[in-house]
């Protein structure tokens, strides 16, 4: 039996998000620790279901409803609030002001505008503004004043909800009748549809990299609807995704680690939280990191130890609040990197189809896979199999420098099936290389990791999804 006394931690969340999160086995990992987890009654007083160490919760539901005037949900919060108030000793994960900031995109937008990321170059805002109205000269010369240029890509306001993941392309003055006010329009930056999405839990973070849009230029095209969500999930299949017939690959390097710190360190501070993610694509001229969207509490399906990982936050801070310290400054930790499931190949078609996670056969020229792609990812794209290409591939870990301390394998929920996560290294443009590294006899001076080449396949036998083209006049 533990030898402490047992802490009583409430939790709340929607039925939504409780389908999604096993609370029985959060409830099991609290206990070895010592804490008794407890589902809040929303609407009982807290008082009367009290004490509490620690609150841990998602009630952006309840905040977003509470701004647009609903009684029930202004009370709740109200409620909730006054209980936070009168008990400075419980620890709130996270406290709802700050939650509110992060549901308001041009406010959050704003204070990452304000923070000590401000005046930087290689890390930044977009240029975006605020639109109100449908009047087309009056957007256009909101634009201008901040330096807003096409293409854009037109955000809701609310950065909660689905109806939040519902965007508009934009690429030219007249596609401004399209905007859907109250909007955030923000200039869209050519990223090589790579998207980064930092899981942020207290100080530690993972790294998953997604799919996302293709490059644009401002033009005559008509404005494209989509949804962000469709599109840049890890099975995301779109012609929206893939690069342009002319764009032969897309040379990219492994996310800057140091880079990534400063992010989270900086977005810690200055919005409060603890438990949020960021999007962050990397500018394909200038190598410049943008930060594109926040969001509250997010989802963590990739990160497999997250209860583990919540229960420790939970612990350290009430163990900070009983003595009457604060919390240090942020020191950010790298947990994990997820790579896309793309491959970067320096020419021909990639398919799944014969791959196992074992052998690939191609007649007398059968190999072993990558180990990064297991069978159960594997998805029907037609085109040659990989072992049939002419280009030589080495296995990735055999091309990959080590990085003792960088990453944690026990923090990856893939580990056991991908033997590990990729590590992370910083962007090297004087590297002269279109592909992976082939040579094996790379010296002790020559350790730099080679770039990836990436040019997406799916959508040329997968149906696209999650976007339309208005052909309105």
């Not at 008990?87 to 959050?108: A, E, S």
């Not at 594109?292 to 509490?297: A, E, S, Y």
């Not at 059968?366 to 049939?388: A, L, T």
């Not at 990791?449 to 999650?466: C, E, N, W």
Request: contains cysteine.
């Amino acid at each position: 039996m533990n030898s402490f006394p047992i802490k009583r931690v409430g939790y709340w969340w929607s039925e939504k998000k409780s389908r999604k999160f096993n609370v029985g086995e959060f409830a099991s990992v609290c206990r070895a620790s010592g804490l008794e987890l407890v589902k809040i009654d929303l609407a009982r007083s807290l008082e009367e279901q009290g004490p509490f160490a620690a609150i841990v919760h998602k009630l952006s539901d309840a905040i977003a409803k509470a701004a647009k005037g609903d009684e029930e949900s202004k009370a709740v919060c109200e409620a909730f609030q006054e209980y936070s108030n009168n008990h400075p000793d419980v620890v709130i994960i996270d406290p709802l002001p700050n939650v509110g900031n992060l549901l308001d995109r041009y406010r959050q937008y704003k204070l990452v505008d304000e923070s000590e990321l401000r005046g930087r170059k290689d890390i930044f805002i977009p240029a975006f503004v605020e639109l109100t109205t449908q009047n087309v000269s009056e957007n256009l010369s909101k634009m201008k004043a901040a330096g807003v240029e096409f293409p854009i890509v037109c955000k809701p306001i609310s950065a909660h909800g689905s109806s939040a993941h519902q965007m508009s392309l934009i690429f030219n003055e007249e596609g401004l009748k399209d905007v859907s006010p109250p909007c955030v329009a923000q200039k869209f930056i050519n990223h090589n549809a790579i998207l980064y999405k930092l899981f942020i839990i207290g100080n530690q973070y993972f790294i998953i990299e997604r799919p996302s849009l293709k490059n644009f230029s401002a033009g005559d095209q008509k404005t494209i609807f989509f949804d962000s969500d469709k599109i840049s999930k890890p099975h995301s299949a779109s012609a929206l995704t893939e690069l342009d017939d002319n764009e032969e690959c897309a040379v990219i390097g492994w996310p800057d680690k140091e880079k990534m710190d400063c992010i989270v360190r900086a977005l810690r501070d200055c919005l409060g939280l603890n438990l949020f993610g960021v999007d962050v694509i990397v500018d394909n001229v200038t190598g410049h990191y943008a930060i594109v969207d926040m969001n509250i509490f997010p989802g963590y399906d990739e990160v497999g130890n997250f209860f583990q990982l919540l229960c420790d936050l939970i612990l350290k801070k009430i163990s900070l609040k009983l003595a009457g310290l604060k919390e240090e400054l942020c020191e950010p930790k790298l947990a994990c990197y997820f790579p896309t499931l793309s491959i970067g190949i320096k020419s021909g078609k990639f398919s799944f189809d014969h791959v196992n996670s074992v052998q690939c056969s191609a007649g007398e020229h059968s190999k072993e896979v990558i180990p990064y792609f297991p069978k159960c990812f594997c998805c029907p794209i037609s085109g040659s199999c990989y072992n049939s290409l002419n280009s030589k591939v080495q296995k990735i870990p055999q091309m990959m420098p080590s990085y003792e301390n960088l990453l944690q394998p026990q923090n990856c929920s893939y580990n056991q099936m991908n033997n590990g996560p990729l590590p992370l290294h910083s962007h090297d443009y004087t590297q002269d290389d279109s592909g992976i590294e082939t040579s094996d006899s790379c010296d002790e001076k020559k350790k730099e990791i080679p770039f990836r080449t990436i040019k997406r396949q799916h959508s040329r036998t997968y149906p696209s999804f999650g976007f339309s083209v208005n052909e309105s006049g």
